[in-house]
C-alpha cells in the first residue's frame, strides 16, 4: 500500500471515508476522475437528503437540484470541480421528496501526491431555520424581503402576483385563495376589478360544490379554457362578469395537504397552458407554499420572540427592549435576578416542567410585591428571572424579596420550600443598561456561593473576586503538574487531658505566579473543574510521604484525617485507588482516616455504606465532617459505620445561646450512643473549650489549640513539646 511513503489512491480514498464517517455534517466524497459521481456519503448527508445510500453512490450533485435552484450557483460549482478549486456557497436544494432546503456546501479537493486531483470532500449543512433575511428563492427575493421587513402575507402574495402576471404576458386577474375550514378565501390578486373581488368574498353565494371543485384541484391543477361550454352556475357568474377561461393550480404542501389554489381568470378563450408555461405554473405553487410556510414560521417566532414558550413569561428580548424604554424615560431604579437555590433539585425530581413551573410561580409572586408595581419582569435563564424596577435598592428590598418565600411553592400537587439567590445593581443615567444587567449577574454569581436566602448587591470587588478566580484556573493545570498543592496539619486535642490525638490534613496552594492562594478560592474551583480528586491525591501523597519517614525513623505515629470531597468518594476507582496508593508507602491504614461531608449521605446511601465498610474493612477510619449543617439524617447516621461525628464551627460559636447549646449535647450525646468520637471543630476561645469539656465533648480543634502548622512545625511540636498550651 506504501511506496516510499507515498499513499496510492485507494488509501488515500480509504482514510478520506474514515474521516468522513466521522464528520459531524454531511459529508460526500466526489470522484474527480469519474465526472464527479458520488462514491461514498456519510449517514448525516444521506438522512439530510433524505436519499438511500444506493441512490446516492453514482449520481452527482445535480440529484439535490430542482426548479428553483439557481443556475449561476450549479456553473460556480461545476468550475469549481473542473478548475480543482476551493469553494463554499449556499445553493438552493432539494431532498428526495422535493421538499426544498437552502444546502450549505464547502467544496475542497484532495489532491495525491503529484498534486492531481483525486477526490473533493464535500461539507453540507442545512441552513434554512437559520436564513431569516434572505429570501427562499432568488427569483421571488422581494417578496421574501417583504415578508422580512414585516408584510403581511396578503401584501407579500399581491407582489407575487403582479410578478406573475408580468411574466405570463396574458391578459389576466391573478388570484390566490386559501383554503379556511373547508371554503376558499381571496387572500391577493392582480388588479382584480372590485365588483368582482365582490363576487370572490361571497364564494358561497356562487353556489360552489366545493367538495368536487376541491377533489378537482388535488390531482395539482383544474383548467377550463371556455367558461362557455361549462353549465356550472358560478361559471356562468364568471361569465357576465367578463372571465372566459380559468386555470386553477393547487397550492400543496410537501406533505400532499391542499391548502390553497393559484389561479388565472381571463378574459377571452384561450388553448390549454403550452409545456414551458404548465412548468411555470408548477413552479410558481412550491413558491406560494414555501411563502406560505416561511410567512406561518416568522408569525410563529414573532410569538414566541419575545416570550417564553414554557411560562408565557416575557423573555430577556423584550425586557432589553422594555429597559431601553426605560432609559429614554429617564427612569433609575434597581435591576434584579433572582434564582431559586433548589432549581436543579427540583429539575431532578420533577423534571424541566417542574422547572419551568417554579420559575413562573416566582415570577407571579414577584410581581404581587407592591415595590415592584410596574416593574419589567421576565425569564432570564432557565434557572433565573430578572426584574428592573424603578425602586432603588435599600434596606427594606431584601425583606421585600424575602416574602415571595414565605409560602411553599406548589410542584405537581406537592409543598417546596426553597432559598433565593439574588443579584441587584442599580441602573440609571450613568450606567449603560447591558452594564447594569452584568453587574447583577456578576452579583448573583457571588450570592449562589452562599448559604441560605441571600441578596448581594453589585460593588467591584465582586470582578476582582471572579478575575482572581479565573486567574486561579488559569494556574490550576501548572499546580497540579509541580506539585504546588501542599498539606498544613492542624491538631486535634483530647480536650479532657489536653493530649495530641491526631492531626486534621488542610490543602494548601502557594503559587509560584499568585502567591498563596486561599483555599474558599481554589476549592470551589477544583470542585467545579473537576480536578478535586487530583488536589486529595496529592495532599494524601505528601501526608504519606512524610508518615512514612515517621515509621521509618521509630517516631510516634498519630492519626491524620484527609478530606476527601463527594465526586471523589463516589469514584468507581475510590477504593481502589486509595488501597494502592497508601501500600506503596508501606504506611498502616489505621494512620489515616478519610474525612467526608454529610453530603455523601444523599446521593447514594447505599453505595456510600458499601464505600465505608470496604475502607474500615482495610483499616482507613472514617469521620463525617460538618455535621449538622446541610440534610442530614439521624436515620442515614445510625446506617453508615462512621467513627467519628465533627460538630461544625457554626455549632461552637454559639455555645452561649441555650437552644443552640442544647443541640451540641445532643450531637455529643448522639454520637456516643453510636460509639462514635466527637470532635468540635472551630474552637477559639477559653470559655468555648471548658463548656464542651463540661458536656463531655471528647476532642477539639481550633485556633485555641494550634494553629494549622506546616510539616516541619508539626515535627517541632511532637519533638519538643510536652505540655498543651493553654
Known amino acids: 500500500m506504501y511506496k516510499n511513503n507515498v499513499v496510492d489512491r485507494g488509501q488515500l480514498y480509504f482514510s478520506l471515508c474514515q474521516v468522513a464517517k466521522q464528520f459531524e455534517s454531511g459529508l460526500v466524497i466526489l470522484d474527480a476522475q469519474q465526472q464527479y459521481n458520488i462514491i461514498f456519503a456519510n449517514n448525516i448527508f444521506a438522512n439530510m437528503v433524505e436519499y438511500s445510500n444506493d441512490e446516492l453512490i453514482g449520481s452527482t450533485l445535480s440529484l439535490l437540484t430542482g426548479p428553483l435552484t439557481d443556475s449561476n450557483s450549479e456553473a460556480l460549482i461545476l468550475e469549481s470541480l473542473q478548475l480543482g478549486l476551493s469553494l463554499k456557497l449556499s445553493i438552493f436544494h432539494y431532498r428526495k421528496d422535493q421538499t426544498a432546503f437552502w444546502n450549505e456546501l464547502s467544496i475542497l479537493p484532495i489532491r495525491d501526491h503529484e498534486s492531481i486531483v483525486q477526490f473533493y470532500i464535500v461539507a453540507a449543512r442545512d441552513i434554512t431555520d437559520s436564513i431569516n433575511v434572505e429570501a427562499l428563492i432568488t427569483v421571488e427575493r422581494e417578496a421574501y424581503s417583504e415578508l422580512e421587513q414585516g408584510a403581511n402575507i396578503t401584501d407579500v402574495f399581491e407582489h407575487l402576483c403582479r410578478h406573475i402576471a408580468t411574466t405570463l404576458q396574458k391578459k389576466s386577474y391573478t388570484c390566490i385563495f386559501l383554503i379556511n375550514q373547508n371554503r376558499l378565501k381571496l387572500t391577493a390578486s392582480n388588479a382584480l376589478p372590485e365588483k368582482m373581488q365582490k363576487i370572490f368574498h361571497m364564494m358561497d353565494n356562487l353556489n360552489v360544490d366545493y367538495g368536487s371543485f376541491l377533489q378537482a384541484i388535488r390531482k395539482e391543477r383544474y383548467i377550463v379554457h371556455d367558461l362557455a361550454q361549462h353549465s356550472k352556475e358560478w361559471a356562468k357568474i364568471l361569465q357576465q362578469n367578463g372571465i372566459e377561461a380559468i386555470w386553477h393550480q393547487a397550492i400543496k404542501t410537501p406533505e400532499g395537504e391542499l391548502v390553497g389554489i393559484f389561479s388565472l381568470f381571463f378574459e377571452e378563450s384561450i388553448k390549454l397552458p403550452r409545456p414551458s408555461e404548465i412548468k411555470f405554473l408548477d413552479r410558481v405553487a412550491p413558491i406560494i407554499t414555501l411563502a406560505l410556510k416561511y410567512f406561518n414560521q416568522k408569525q410563529e417566532i414573532l410569538q414566541l420572540a419575545y416570550y417564553d414558550e414554557k411560562t408565557g413569561l416575557p423573555n430577556f428580548a423584550l425586557f432589553q427592549n422594555e429597559l431601553t424604554q426605560f432609559y429614554q424615560e429617564d427612569y433609575r431604579g434597581v435591576i434584579c435576578i433572582i434564582e431559586p437555590g433548589e432549581y436543579q433539585r427540583v429539575v431532578d425530581l420533577y423534571g424541566r416542567q417542574g422547572g419551568d413551573a417554579l420559575v413562573l410561580q416566582l415570577a407571579q409572586r414577584a410581581m404581587f410585591i407592591p415595590a415592584f408595581e410596574n416593574a419589567l419582569i421576565a425569564r432570564y435563564t432557565n434557572s433565573s428571572v430578572i426584574l428592573a424596577s424603578k425602586h432603588t435598592i435599600d434596606e427594606e428590598l431584601e425583606g421585600l424579596l424575602h416574602e415571595i418565600i414565605v409560602e411553599p411553592f406548589t410542584i405537581e400537587g406537592k409543598s417546596v420550600y426553597i432559598t433565593l439567590k439574588i443579584g441587584t445593581s442599580n441602573y440609571g443615567q450613568f450606567i449603560s443598561s447591558t452594564e447594569a444587567v452584568k453587574r447583577a449577574d456578576t452579583a448573583l454569581s457571588v450570592s449562589l456561593k452562599s448559604a441560605g436566602t441571600t441578596m448581594k448587591v453589585y460593588d467591584e470587588s465582586q470582578v476582582q473576586t471572579l478575575q482572581l478566580e479565573m486567574e486561579v484556573l488559569s494556574s490550576f493545570s501548572y499546580a497540579l503538574k509541580n506539585m504546588e498543592f501542599t498539606p498544613v496539619l492542624q491538631p486535634k486535642v483530647n480536650i479532657q487531658t489536653g493530649q495530641i490525638e491526631g492531626f486534621e490534613a488542610l490543602a494548601r496552594w502557594f503559587s509560584e505566579s499568585l502567591g498563596f492562594v486561599s483555599p474558599a478560592i481554589f476549592i470551589p474551583v477544583a470542585e467545579n473543574t473537576g480536578n478535586i480528586h487530583k488536589v486529595d491525591r496529592v495532599i494524601l501523597r505528601k501526608i504519606l510521604a512524610w508518615q512514612k519517614t515517621r515509621q521509618d525513623t521509630g517516631k510516634q505515629m498519630y492519626q491524620i484525617a484527609v478530606n476527601i470531597s463527594p465526586n471523589h ?158
Open 569 to 726: 468518594f463516589y469514584d468507581p476507582h475510590f477504593v481502589e485507588n486509595m488501597k494502592q496508593l497508601i501500600n506503596e508507602y508501606g504506611v498502616e491504614p489505621r494512620y489515616i482516616k478519610f474525612e467526608i461531608t454529610e453530603s455523601v449521605e444523599l446521593e447514594n446511601m447505599i453505595r456510600a455504606k458499601g464505600i465505608i465498610n470496604e475502607l474500615k474493612a482495610f483499616g482507613i477510619a472514617m469521620s463525617i465532617d460538618d455535621f449538622g449543617v446541610g440534610y442530614s439524617s439521624l436515620g442515614y447516621l445510625k446506617e453508615l459505620p462512621f467513627d467519628e461525628i465533627k460538630i461544625d464551627k457554626s455549632f461552637i460559636d454559639h455555645l452561649t445561646d441555650g437552644r443552640m447549646n442544647a443541640v451540641v449535647r445532643t450531637l455529643i450525646q448522639l454520637s456516643a450512643d453510636l460509639n462514635m468520637k466527637s470532635v468540635a471543630e472551630g474552637i477559639e476561645t477559653e470559655e468555648q473549650h471548658l463548656e464542651l469539656q463540661k458536656i463531655g465533648c471528647q476532642v477539639g480543634q481550633g485556633y485555641y489549640y494550634y494553629k494549622p502548622m506546616t510539616l516541619s512545625e508539626v515535627e517541632q511540636l511532637l519533638d519538643y513539646e510536652t505540655l498543651p498550651p493553654y
